[in-house]
């Protein structure tokens, strides 16, 4: 999918999807699955990756509804991620069975990973 497609399908004015729109121009990289698999399916994962995101404390932007309007969907969807260039947020993308429609979005931060220094620079401060 092109990069001005996948803009067009975001237009809606709902908190995930103009974050997606803004963190796409930004220069994110993404990804559109090629094929579809069930509504049902889907659903069901991401309802139970809500409920230990907020176990843990988090409460992704858009997710419950995402579930909510996938599951209402009842059709087969794509799915795509956004992954903004600074690696600090990610989209989850939901579109129609051609993807030719934005089903939902839902999007969260990233945790910041901490990098062990490369070994010529941990001699270096030795």
């Known amino acids: ?13 709902d ?3 103009v974050t997606a729109l803004a963190t796409l121009r930004g220069g994110a990289t993404y990804w559109v699955a090629d094929r579809a698999q069930p509504a049902g ?12 995101m907020r176990m843990y ?20 969807v794509r799915t795509g991620l956004i992954d903004s260039a600074d690696r600090t947020w990610t989209t989850l993308l939901f579109l129609n069975e051609d993807g030719s429609a ?8 990233l945790p910041l990973l901490v990098v062990d220094p490369p070994p010529e620079e941990r001699a270096s401060r030795r």
């Open 1 to 13: 999918m092109e990069r001005h497609v996948l803009e067009l399908l975001l237009a809606g004015d």
């Open 15 to 17: 908190k995930a999807s």
């Open 41 to 52: 399916w889907h659903a069901g994962v991401f309802s139970r990756r809500l409920q230990r």
């Open 57 to 76: 404390g988090l409460e992704p932007l858009g997710l419950e509804r995402a579930v909510r309007l996938v599951r209402e969907h009842g059709r087969p």
């Open 102 to 109: 934005l089903v939902a979005c839902a999007g969260w931060a």
